[in-house]
């Protein structure tokens, strides 16, 4: 029997259909002759064998509860995994969602910004009374979404900013320090968009952490987005992202590869968004058009490939 030409949009139960990417990914699909389906992970009724039945392929999009449940999460990808596709691949995923990877990243070469990590069972003072020593500094756990649990403090706020490690090691998550950015305040973060190894689109996101501002609770903080082009240098250290990615992991599907200024002026990768990251369809609309078409792609390679 022939695949459905139908995918699974995988989402949570808690996050539905908030995501703005979905109606014109929806849409998109549609006209190249696909539907696509909000699938919940955690629904008891999407099990493996069920979503297989329905769909010939899973792509992920916004469970964006998953840091609540990682290793669940992370166990339903693999049990997907065995009856279905899944974009991106749970091996790629799970490297993914812990920020641990920035330092294999900084390992092959790649800029980076400075991080500094704290394990459930290390002390955080050196580590936060050094940020502070540098200036105001950012401290969020490594398994992490939409900045949640996430912070911005002055350099004599380190008391507090141990105490933010202490939260989230008594939970038995691993932590990390960066310094605050301030080109960041006047330039934003510019995220560069690979849809099925090219390049799509380029967006601008505004500072997002304010001073003294709390931690975010609800699912993401709202973010102030609009398009950009990527100068040559960023897209030089996209690239290279993509790069290592594809020759670890093979192609992506997506991603989406957040670069923020350093003191100096030049970009560095702040975060590597592969799991579920928004891909502001609503900001550049032909890009819902290039996604619909790299997943139509996916499904004929499964279609034509062996029984």
């Known amino acids: 029997m022939a695949s459905p030409v139908s995918v699974a949009l995988l989402t949570d139960l808690l996050t539905g259909s908030i995501d703005e990417d979905h109606e014109p990914l929806r849409r998109a699909l549609a006209e190249v002759g696909v539907?696509?389906?909000?699938?919940?992970?955690?629904?008891?009724?999407?099990t493996p064998a069920a979503v297989a039945?329905?769909?010939?392929?899973?792509?992920?999009?916004?469970?964006?509860?998953?840091?609540?449940?990682?290793?669940?999460?992370?166990?339903?990808?693999?049990?997907?995994?065995?009856?279905?596709?899944?974009?991106?691949e749970p091996a790629l995923v799970r490297w993914n969602i812990d920020k641990r990877y920035l330092a294999d990243l900084a390992g092959a070469g790649i800029a980076v910004v400075a991080t500094r990590f704290v394990g459930p069972d290390e002390d955080p003072v050196p580590v936060c009374r050094q940020a502070a020593g540098a200036g105001q500094f950012v401290v969020k756990p490594t398994v992490s979404a939409g900045c949640r649990d996430t912070a911005r403090y002055r350099p004599e706020q380190v008391e507090q900013?141990?105490?933010?490690?202490?939260?989230?090691?008594?939970?038995g998550r691993a932590a990390m320090v960066q310094p605050y950015l301030h080109g960041v305040d006047a330039e934003g973060e510019t995220a560069l968009v690979y849809l099925d190894g090219r390049f799509s689109h380029g967006l601008r996101k505004g500072p997002l952490l304010r001073l003294d501002a709390g931690f975010v609770t609800g699912l993401f903080?709202?973010?102030d987005m609009s398009e950009r082009?990527?100068?040559?240098?960023?897209?030089?250290?996209?690239?290279?992202?993509?790069?290592?990615?594809?020759?670890r992991f093979g192609v992506p599907l997506y991603a989406r590869i957040d670069l923020i200024d350093d003191a100096a002026g030049l970009p560095v990768v702040?975060?590597?968004?592969?799991?579920?990251?928004?891909l502001f369809h609503t900001c550049v609309p032909a890009s819902a058009a290039r996604?619909?078409?790299?997943?139509?792609?996916?499904?004929?390679?499964?279609?034509?490939?062996?029984?």
């Open 53 to 88: 039945a329905r769909h010939g392929l899973v792509v992920i999009r916004s469970p964006w509860d998953y840091p609540r449940h990682a290793d669940r999460y992370l166990a339903a990808l693999d049990a997907l995994a065995a009856a279905v596709p899944v974009c991106n």
């Open 221 to 223: 903080a709202a973010e």
């Open 35 to 46: 539907v696509g389906e909000l699938v919940a992970w955690d629904d008891p009724a999407a």
């Open 229 to 247: 082009e990527p100068s040559t240098g960023q897209r030089a250290v996209g690239d290279a992202v993509l790069a290592f990615i594809s020759d």
């Open 270 to 278: 702040l975060e590597v968004e592969l799991n579920e990251p928004s």
């Open 291 to 307: 996604f619909a078409a790299a997943i139509a792609a996916r499904l004929r390679e499964r279609r034509s490939g062996p029984s």
């Open 161 to 171: 900013a141990v105490a933010h490690v202490a939260v989230l090691q008594a939970e």
